[in-house]
């Protein structure tokens, strides 16, 4: 229905009007709802850059499927802080699904790092550019203090990042149901579908989250039936948290009251 669309469109733009210059949205439905601000902006990537490595390293297993089962080695060298349990775990053995199924779910930089290492930052940012994605830049490992003083940054947009998410769980996707779990399951549930994941609820959000100083960002997928929304949240400069929060909650509460109200109309 055109007057749901419009509706969804006026809530996200009243949610994120006093924040103009501090948010980048993209969203894309299934029934043609489309809704841009600042998305083709480059901001932070914080973890959001771990969609891209995903996509690569699920390209690559595409045409040789042996490689999600190769293993990695960790050494106390490439242990890193931050997010991640491997930090906190005595295994050293890892295989790339592993890796991956860690790098979304619980959003292990030390795992992200490792991955980076085995396929290396110049041939997955080739990938990124060449598959199109303008404005995302894989420029260095996770919580590598050094290269960022010296400029080096990982980048995404709104656009980019919301793109990731629908080639994931789009209709045509061949991505198998095991990493469309580590995004149903994923630990960090406090943003897009905040207000609503610990109440029943009948939408479905596959998110990926990512957070440094001042900067809080979601990228999901909602879906309800036959209906969904593609979403990508940026937020930078925020210096009441709180705040940045709240935006990224409540639309995704809107998102969910939108596809349950569509949802009605099958019937």
Known sequence: MPELNEKLSKKIDALSAPFR?????????????????????????????KLPILLYVCDRAFSDPSILNRTVWLGDREIVGGSGVLQ?????????????????????????????????????????GDRGYAETLLGRKLMDQAAKSAGLENLISARDACRSIRRIFSGK?????????????????????????????????????GEMEKIDHDAAFFSY????????????????????????QNIGKSISDYLIARAAFDH
């Open 88 to 128: 906190v775990l005595s295994s050293r053995a890892w295989p790339i699904r592993d890796l991956l199924a860690l790098m979304i779910n619980v959003s292990d930089n030390t795992a992200t790092n490792l991955l980076i290492d085995t396929f290396g930052i110049g041939r997955i940012q080739k990938w990124i």
């Open 21 to 49: 210059s501090r948010i980048g949205i993209k969203a894309e439905g299934s029934d043609g709802f489309s809704f841009s601000l600042n998305a083709s902006v480059p901001m932070a990537a914080a973890s959001l850059i």
């Open 173 to 209: 996707s061949p991505y198998p149901a095991e990493v469309k779990r580590w995004f149903l399951c994923q630990q960090f549930r406090y943003k897009l579908p905040g207000l609503f994941d610990e109440m029943p609820n009948p939408v479905s959000v596959y998110n990926k989250t």
């Open 225 to 248: 039936r036959r209906h969904d929304v593609s979403i990508a949240v940026l937020t930078r400069d925020f210096a009441d948290r709180q705040k940045a929060l709240a935006v990224i």
